[in-house]
């Protein structure tokens, strides 16, 4: 009866079945996976928030399957592209449906680097698409692997997607990477999807990385590149995201984007209205978020000098990080006992395809991760780690 786009059996994993046990026990634990922004006791600029959600315009519907012109003026404004080239959606995972639905048939595939985003998996299965995960090149970082990408790639295969920062290991595409991967699209009929909702967040980035693909006026495939609100300026909850077109062959499916667009005008009126005013102040918002970052990776820092067996990769942007602990422990194995032992909820590193065992993924925006990461220490490495 149900669609097999969707999951076979919808049984929680068993890391999920213990936190639902704590929660309905009432035990506190300290969450170092919680990636919402509006629930990490962040400074926001509240009365300027609600004020931009109040605007009289929102009494009024006038649905344009683009977005309203003022709004798409003010992201455009935000990235220095043209409003023209601009589509809004509801939210950056929206985007995702529908591009997939632009660029894919049912049983077609795009191509996603690995270890990445985990939900690009059902994002393409719900649109009957297949999103084939290729392992990056590891070596000190997570190179893109454009021997394996042309082996994965099939005459089905529509677009390469990717997330410049990646999540969750925070890397950048190279400046190297950029116009190969360009040229792989371009040879094989590809569209590039450029996910950059964490763009405004480098904390270490390399010297060669590539800031944003948006510098990229004239690429020789089609090219989109995706963000949003949720991210931009930590507000989730406002639902606003988009899609930019880059270069001529983007531009060419505009109209059939703006098709799809017009079958749902899921944009809200108070999103459209609240666009400008909210993109005014994000870099006020990015400033406090960006400040628990860095105090946040000091803090890890810090604990990973007491312990000497634990590491982390190269933060080079985004909102989490990569901890390398001893493989001593299947990882479920080793994030329920860090629960059950010290209270602390981390997510194992195989949750994001990264590969084997001997790595966990935190999120640095919670206020209380000093605490948190201090016990992760104690508890994986309790006398320094020899
Ligand atoms: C890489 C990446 N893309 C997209 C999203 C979803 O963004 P939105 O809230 O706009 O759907 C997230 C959310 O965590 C993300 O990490």
Known sequence: MISRRLPGSFESNALSREIAAFRAQGRPFLDLTSSNPTRCGLPYPEAGILAALAAPSVLAYDPDPRGAARAREAVAAWHGVDPGDLVLTASTSEAYGWLFKLLC?????????????????????????????????????????????????????????????????????????????LAFCAERGLALLVDEVFADYALEPAPDHLPTALGEADPPCPLFVLSGLSKIAALPQIKLGWIVARGAPARACLEPLAFIADQYLSVSAPALAAAGPLLALAPGIQAGLRARLASNLAALDAELARRPSLSRARVEGGWSAILRVPALEPGEDLALRLLREAGVLIHPGHFFDLPGDGHLVCSLLPADFPEGIGRVGKSIAPAGGK
């Open 105 to 181: 048939d049912p049983g077609d595939q795009v191509l996603v680097p690995s270890p990445s985003y985990p939900l690009f998996h059902w994002l393409a299965a719900l649109e009957g698409v297949e999103a084939r995960q290729v392992p990056a090149l590891r070596t000190d970082r997570w190179d893109l692997d454009f021997q394996a990408l042309a082996g994965a790639a099939t005459p089905r295969t529509r677009a390469v997607v990717v997330v410049n920062p990646n999540n969750p290991t925070g890397q950048f595409l190279s400046r190297e990477e950029w116009p190969r991967l």
